[in-house]
């Protein structure tokens, strides 16, 4: 079992920057995709970024050179910069993390709100 614990989430104004994290149990980096998602009130969930194993990331259009997703494999933990927020990115985070060799295997952290609002 995997658990993944968040944090970093909170209120900030439009043009604002938050960097949220999402600490492992474990040293999984080796075998998960690790990624994040947002899901605002009233829409489906959406893919924010994802971070390989060997390194290579991938983010959605709408984040595209505003948000960073990065790791350290010593710490365990993943990490989304998100800077230049807009009230558009005000959704709840999800980390989380998938079996490179079996995607059905997945975990997901408990989720951080973040609210762009002036």
């Known amino acids: 079992q995997v658990q993944l614990v968040e944090s970093g989430g909170g209120l900030v104004q439009p043009g604002g920057s938050l960097r949220l994290s999402c600490a492992t149990s474990?040293?999984?980096?080796?075998?998960?995709?690790m990624g994040w998602y947002r899901q605002a009130p009233g829409a489906q969930r959406e893919l924010v970024a994802t971070?390989?194993?060997?390194?290579?990331?991938n983010y959605a259009d709408s984040v595209k050179g505003q948000f960073t997703i990065s790791r350290d494999n010593a710490k365990n933990t993943v990490y989304l910069q998100m800077n230049g927020l807009k009230p558009e990115d005000t959704a709840v985070y999800y980390c989380?993390?998938?079996?490179?060799?079996?995607?059905?295997?997945?975990?997901w952290g408990q989720g951080s709100q973040v609210t762009v609002s002036s």
């Open positions: 971070i390989t194993s060997g390194g290579t990331t």
């Open positions: 474990r040293s999984i980096f080796s075998i998960y995709t």
């Open positions: 989380n993390a998938e079996h490179q060799y079996f995607s059905a295997i997945k975990y």
